[in-house]
């Protein structure tokens, strides 16, 4: 694998990097030690900018190639936040921080775009400008987005964008992404539902149960994704939330329902959306109480272009060969916020397989080192090879 070998050197240092995150985890856009390190590593490999606060606590770097005529400028993007997960996992570099853990591998994506960006600057062996993006909370707080907001791709001018995150039970070293969806939009539901309290024992009669039009509402959700869209399209409705009642002989006046809702195609998610309202409130009404309902967007379904999707994959199979990349890979209903990115800009997320091993935001998931170099040289294979120095 010569590319792999080229940035070998690097490998000890990424980890070096990787373990030190790993050991002092910072959440959201509180990432201010992370960033600050980031930001310094940057200045020190030579980048020629550095630029913080980049939607609240992001850094850009920029780096010109040797040649800079053909007008080309790359985006590469790795997330740096944690999530509010006690750490169980036996490794000597755990959490020094209680209740915060880098258990999504964030560390390992930092670690490995900085080697790249290493690399990058002391070769510039391309014709263009690569542009690194260090991103904050992409865990729920669409980090992803407010540098978007923030003038992210049209203060540099990119023109492309690529993401990469590892991917347990994918095997070690091996690459896996697709064009159209890639993972599923995240958005949240709240439904409450009214009813008329009264006495659970001597006269429900005379009271509306909102208990049991939660309950009819949970199960009715589920029509929708069994009637109502396409059995080719994909969809997930969970309530994992019901909150009512104080007492076993009282029939609350009100119940709260939450829980979340997952679509890859944006035409599915205005469908679920509707019907989400339409069958609370008729089944509530249907009872005898009233439902309201309160959707909320978080992120849009991460969508590979084509173009960029191949891009990628061809990139992956200078890096590992044709027989450890999968470029139809299976949707993944799980969020992320580097949709924002790709709805600004044409690009293309892939998948880098760690190995067996538990999932991420598992409170015993372990990052696998051994992938950085593959991650790190899949960056500098895609600058050097979608802007050739010639």
């Known amino acids: 694998m010569p590319i792999v070998n080229r940035v070998a050197a690097l490998s000890d240092e990424m980890a070096a990097w990787r373990h030190d995150f790993h050991e002092n985890p910072e959440l959201l856009y509180e990432v201010h030690r992370t960033a600050g390190i980031v930001a310094d590593k ?29 007008g080309r400028t790359i985006g590469l993007r790795a997330d740096m936040d944690a999530l509010p997960i006690e750490e169980a996992a036996d490794v000597p570099y755990a ?10 591998g ?13 690399y990058l600057a002391e070769t510039r062996n391309f014709d263009g400008t690569a542009i690194v993006i260090f991103q904050p909370a992409e865990e729920g707080g669409a980090g992803g987005k407010a540098m978007v907001d923030d003038g992210l791709m049209t203060r540099w001018g990119i023109q492309e964008v690529y993401g990469l995150h590892n991917m347990p039970g994918l095997p ?35 009271a509306v149960d909102s208990v049991l039009i939660g309950a009819q509402v949970i199960n009715a959700l589920q029509s929708i994704v069994a009637r109502n869209v396409d059995p080719l399209q994909s969809a997930v409705i969970s309530i994992t939330m019901f909150q009512a009642g ?34 609370a409130d008729s089944i509530a009404r249907a009872y005898g109480g009233s439902a309201e309902t309160n959707y909320i967007r978080l992120y849009p379904a991460t969508i590979n272009h084509p173009r960029e999707a191949g891009i990628a994959a ?30 600004a ?24 080192d051994n992938i950085l170099g593959h991650g790190a040289s899949y960056w500098v294979r895609l600058v050097e090879k979608q802007m050739p120095a010639g």
């Open 172 to 206: 070690e070293g091996h690459f896996a992404t697709t064009p159209g969806p890639m993972l599923a939009a995240s958005d949240s539901v709240e439904i409450t539902i009214h009813g008329k309290g009264g006495h659970a024992g001597a006269a429900p009669h005379r």
């Open 106 to 118: 964030h560390d390992g994506h930092t670690a490995m775009l900085m080697g790249a960006a290493k």
């Open 246 to 279: 104080t007492a076993f002989n009282i029939i609350p006046e009100t119940v709260k329902l939450g829980g979340t809702v997952r679509t890859l195609h944006p035409e599915i998610r205005d469908l679920v959306e509707r019907r989400i309202g339409e069958v």
């Open 42 to 70: 940057l200045r020190e490999f030579g980048c020629d900018e550095v630029v913080t606060g980049i939607g609240r606590t992001g850094v850009v770097g920029v780096i010109r190639g040797r040649k800079n005529s053909s």
């Open 95 to 104: 959490s020094k921080i209680p209740g915060k853990m880098h258990a999504c």
């Open 314 to 343: 061809e990139v992956a199979r200078d890096v590992v060969g044709a027989d450890r990349v999968d470029e139809k890979a299976i949707p993944v209903m799980g969020g992320e916020d580097f949709a924002f990115m790709l709805e």
């Open 345 to 368: 800009r044409p690009g293309a997320f892939v998948f880098l397989g760690t190995g067996d091993g538990p999932m991420c935001h598992h409170p015993a998931y372990v990052f696998n």
